[in-house]
């Protein structure tokens, strides 16, 4: 029996959908759809995969060390209740990272096959997926390693091509041998691939052995193998976190899949095959491929939240929150969230990831974060600020509870205005209802809690001289976050 073990790559920054994607909550865990984030629906399609032969085992996600607590409460939410999650200490691009993933598979299976796919991707007709993956699994016999290729349905610039052979032989659902891939080229010769019909998009889409990927990278990158190898063996485990040694991961070198093997694999004559996939394939790389790929309207514009589009065609148009209205726009892509609004040409929609880098370079929040930041316990939401006080709105989730903590430079008031609070401070330990509030003095040690069964939520008014979210000393904490 084939054991498959789904690898689900989540440490991309989502630049390109700025304002509602953020460096502190990216791309891959929105909803486009209002359903399911785009992690989630990567993780649902791998684990509902079925065949004959084959078991899927618990999936491993590779991420961002500040998005691990998103990644597993978004993980619960869909009922996946057993998963390896591998925090990276720092980014090192997609090699690294599917090393980091085929190390713990290797720990748990013999040789298994990894499936790894970015965690950002739509494909909205899940059968034609399940059909190619299983064709791609059956052909895992003929080649040491199967990509999945998309159908161009356009001369496309920004994807990366697969060269394919359609006189391969006989190959099990039209499985093909790849004779190369090709960087991302200029317009005539995008052109000229999609007319010979002998090309297919990139999907970054791959499944290997494990072994395989570990040879492979041995042969062509030992520096990267060596130094992803040494801070494996050196790593940690907290319950579902796998931590490989910090130190030694940031010596690795940063390098993506392709790179690193998949195109010298193929430059060598190594066995590398292909199947197709016609599924409705997006990376959804900027705002104009989240306009191609929603629900048009009859004046072709794509509309979410509360809108009111007058005279405006082919455009998309998002509220997080307050009501916008457009008039007379052509083309044009509106985003508004509460602390940031988008407006730009479609075509101009890649474009977008400049300003996140003058927002960066400003060391600006609005790169990072939104006005709702999400934590392990919940979230908290920035109401209104000034140099001398700061008002937020807390949630906390039901049996969850902040760090013990102290401020050395804000005092802070909480008012209860749904649930129950358990709230220390100092040695006291008290519970507050609805409609009932407390002081916490600047450099008094205070913890909140939620005991009861539904969400808290309270109101916090900080007061001081500095209000910064690095104004907190942990002495004891839940999550491991303390000092």
């Known amino acids: 029996m084939k054991v498959v073990v789904p690898v689900i790559l989540s440490g991309g920054s989502g630049t390109r959908l700025w304002p509602l994607s953020r460096a502190g909550f990216p791309k891959q865990f929105l909803s486009f759809d209002g359903t399911f984030s785009l992690f989630q629906l990567a993780v649902k399609r791998l684990c509902a995969i079925s065949m004959d032969g084959v078991r899927i085992a618990d999936p491993v996600i590779v991420a961002n060390e500040e998005h691990r607590f998103i990644i597993q409460d978004q993980l619960k939410a869909i009922g996946v209740e057993r998963f390896d999650i591998i925090p990276e200490p720092a980014g090192r691009n997609t090699a690294p990272a599917l090393t980091l993933a085929t190390l713990r598979a290797a720990q748990g299976e013999a040789d298994p096959l990894c499936f790894a796919v970015p965690a950002d991707q739509q494909i909205p007709d899940q059968q034609a997926f399940q059909s190619a993956v299983h064709a791609a699994i059956s052909a895992t016999d003929q080649f040491s390693i199967m990509t999945l290729g998309i159908r161009p349905d356009r001369p496309e610039t920004g994807f990366g091509y697969i060269r394919f052979v359609p006189e391969s032989g006989d190959q099990p659902l039209h499985a093909s041998a790849v004779s190369q891939f090709v960087e991302k080229p200029d317009q005539t010769t995008a052109e000229a691939y999609v007319q010979s019909g002998h090309y297919l998009w990139n999907s970054g889409m791959f499944i290997l052995r494990a072994g395989k990927w570990l040879d492979a990278l041995k042969r062509f990158r030992p520096d990267i193998a060596e130094a992803v ?255």
């Not at 490989?244 to 690795?252: G, I, N, T, V």
């Not at 916008?324 to 892509?333: I, S, Y």
Request: net charge negative.
């Open 229 to 483: 190898v040494k801070s494996w063996d050196a790593h940690t485990q907290d319950g579902c976190f796998l931590r490989p040694d910090a130190a030694l991961f940031r010596q690795c070198p940063s390098e993506s899949i392709d790179y690193a093997v998949i195109e010298p694999c193929a430059a060598a004559g190594d066995s590398i095959g292909v199947v197709p996939l016609d599924a409705g394939w997006s990376d959804l790389g900027a705002w104009n491929a989240v306009w191609q790929t929603g629900n048009q309207d009859a004046q072709r514009n794509v509309c979410r939240g509360d809108v009111i589009a007058l005279d405006t065609t082919g455009s998309l148009l998002h509220s997080t929150g307050r009501m916008l209205a457009v008039v007379g726009l052509r083309d044009m892509v509106v985003v508004e969230t509460p602390d940031a609004v988008l407006v730009a040409p479609l075509e101009k929609s890649q474009a977008v990831k400049d300003v996140v880098s003058i927002l960066q370079q400003q060391q600006r929040p609005e790169a990072v974060t939104q006005r709702q930041v999400h934590r392990p316990w919940g979230w908290y939401m920035s109401v209104d600020e000034d140099s001398r006080f700061k008002v937020k709105r807390i949630m906390v989730k039901p049996g969850a509870s902040l760090s013990l903590q102290m401020h050395h430079h804000r005092a802070e008031h909480w008012i209860v205005v749904k649930g129950t609070a358990e709230i220390t401070c100092g040695e006291q330990v008290s519970l507050f209802t609805e409609n009932q509030s407390t002081y916490i003095p600047l450099g008094m040690k205070h913890r909140l809690r939620n005991p009861g069964t539904i969400s808290l939520e309270i109101i916090e008014v900080q007061s001081g001289s500095y209000l910064g979210e690095d104004d907190i000393v942990r002495f004891e904490d839940t999550y491991g976050r303390a000092q």
